[in-house]
């Protein structure tokens, strides 16, 4: 099957831990792989965002990324990016009509509008080309937690709902996803569920770990964004502290550049003068982006990682985490109800709740049995449910009920158009 990836602002080859940069990337570039290995032939489309981007690059034999020219080559936040989508489905219907795929899928929502653009205009005079769409994250959902905060344009709010009722089917990541989609009016039997992968070569549980400066070590990753939750496991190293683990230290990874760079963007500064307003900031170390390959070693030289995001639609951390062995504290949110398995991979926690987040973390940092308990349960869940191969079937499954519906669907639309014409001649 040739597949086509729609992504528009994460490009499967970008650093990842900026603003902008963070699962989705993961997400989109180990599943066209994998799709790769299983013989398909897959096509990624993202934004030009630089000048010495090529327009092609070959991942390898069965894999390639393609540069679009949409607006500037130049970095431009994702939720400033709509106004190029026209652009960018002209560059897809550009590509597709040489070469069109049989099936296309849309990674986020303005993705969505682009690819949803340029597969209705019939490149080559093809027939219509199947749309697959994945999200990532809903917008309703975005403006329920963040309020105000959201930088959504506001098209989304009716333009993300036209996205899926446009597209063939919808892949979600996770139950609770389901559940928002169909508040959305998506019919339920138009949604399939494939989640989030991990790669179970790079994050095991044996290998070095990376060098710890205190007793305990608890671990904090992804974007330096307000909704990621790093402010409420700060909050809870003084009641910590107060519960007798006072030689613990949080490290936190991600952010843009090195951890000077983290340091001086605005997110790191609001975090290390609540830290100092607390009296912990000599616990909290920032190490700033790191390569992806770092990330094994760091995982596995801490007690517990802390995953405390107002929302999450899935979350790859807590993934990479329990490959590594390493347990999980999570809030009870989105996807992390899904992969963290309260008692028996790591522990839920109410969203915004510093008091039950240093709760759960004392009670991990206590009891160094039921730690390797719950990591060892951690790389089995990893292991037997989210491999990306695994993953990589079950979207394989979806692809083919969507491209089997279109082909019926092309049938039956011939066969009416045949009748009517007989009706006509009769």
């Known amino acids: 099957m040739k597949i086509s990836m729609v992504s528009e602002h994460a490009s499967p080859l970008a650093a990842l831990g900026g603003v902008d ?55 431009v936040p994702k939720d400033e990016l709509l106004p190029f989508m026209g652009e960018l489905a002209n560059g897809l219907a550009h590509d597709w009509a040489r070469r069109p795929p049989d099936l296309v899928h849309g990674h986020f929502w303005m993705s969505g509008v682009a690819a949803l653009d340029a597969a209705r205009r019939k490149p ?20 329920r937690h963040q309020g105000l905060a959201d930088t959504s344009p506001v098209e989304r709010q009716w333009l993300e709902p036209s996205v899926g009722q446009g597209a063939d089917r919808i892949i979600a990541t996770c139950s609770d996803e389901v559940f928002e989609l169909k508040a959305m009016g998506i019919p339920p039997e138009k949604i399939s569920i494939a ?45 910590l502290r ?11 990874v991600g952010g843009g550049g090195d951890a000077t760079a983290t340091e001086s963007d605005a997110e790191g500064r609001r975090l290390l003068a609540i830290a100092a307003e607390l009296g912990v900031r000599e616990h909290v170390i920032f190490r700033g982006q790191l390569p992806r390959e770092a990330m094994p070693e760091i995982f596995r030289s801490a007690d517990a990682v802390a ?9 790859i951390v807590p993934l990479e985490a329990m490959a590594c062995g390493v347990p999980v504290v999570a809030s009870a949110v989105g996807g992390l109800r899904d992969t963290v398995v309260d008692g028996s991979t790591g522990l839920h926690v109410p969203p915004l709740d510093p008091r039950a987040t240093a709760a759960a973390l004392a009670r991990l940092l206590s009891d160094k ?22 993953v990589a079937a079950e979207t394989e499954k979806a692809y083919l009920q969507t491209v089997t519906a279109n082909a019926t669907a092309r049938r039956l639309g011939a066969a009416g158009q045949v009748h009517a014409v007989e009706g006509a001649v009769l």
């Not at 990324?65 to 130049?74: D, F, K, L, N, Y």
């Not at 107060?242 to 936190?252: K, R, S, T, W, Y």
């Not at 995953?307 to 979350?315: A, I, K, Q, R, S």
């Not at 730690?371 to 869940?381: D, N, P």
């Open 21 to 75: 940069a963070g699962g989705q990337n993961v997400h989109v570039a180990a599943l066209s792989a994998a799709l790769a290995r299983r013989g398909h032939d897959v096509t990624v489309y993202t934004r030009r965002d630089a000048e010495d981007l090529p327009g092609r690059v070959r991942i390898s034999p069965r894999l390639e990324v393609v540069h679009v020219q949409a607006g500037p080559t130049a970095p």
């Open 369 to 390: 049995g039921l730690r390797e308990e719950l990591g060892r349960a951690g790389q089995q869940r990893a292991r037997a449910r989210y491999s990306w191969d695994r």
């Open 307 to 315: 995953c405390t995001p107002w929302y999450e639609p899935f979350g």
């Open 242 to 252: 107060d519960a007798g683990f006072g030689d613990v230290e949080l490290l936190i």
């Open 124 to 143: 080559g005079g093809s027939v219509h080309l199947p749309v697959v769409q994945t999200f990532h994250a809903l917008g309703t959902v975005k403006r």
């Open 195 to 239: 989640p989030c992968g991990v790669d179970l070569d790079l994050f095991t549980g044996s290998g070095r770990a990376d060098k710890r400066n205190r007793t305990h070590r608890i671990l904090s990753v992804g974007r330096l964004v307000p909704r990621k939750g790093v402010e409420v496991v700060i909050r809870a190293l003084p009641l």
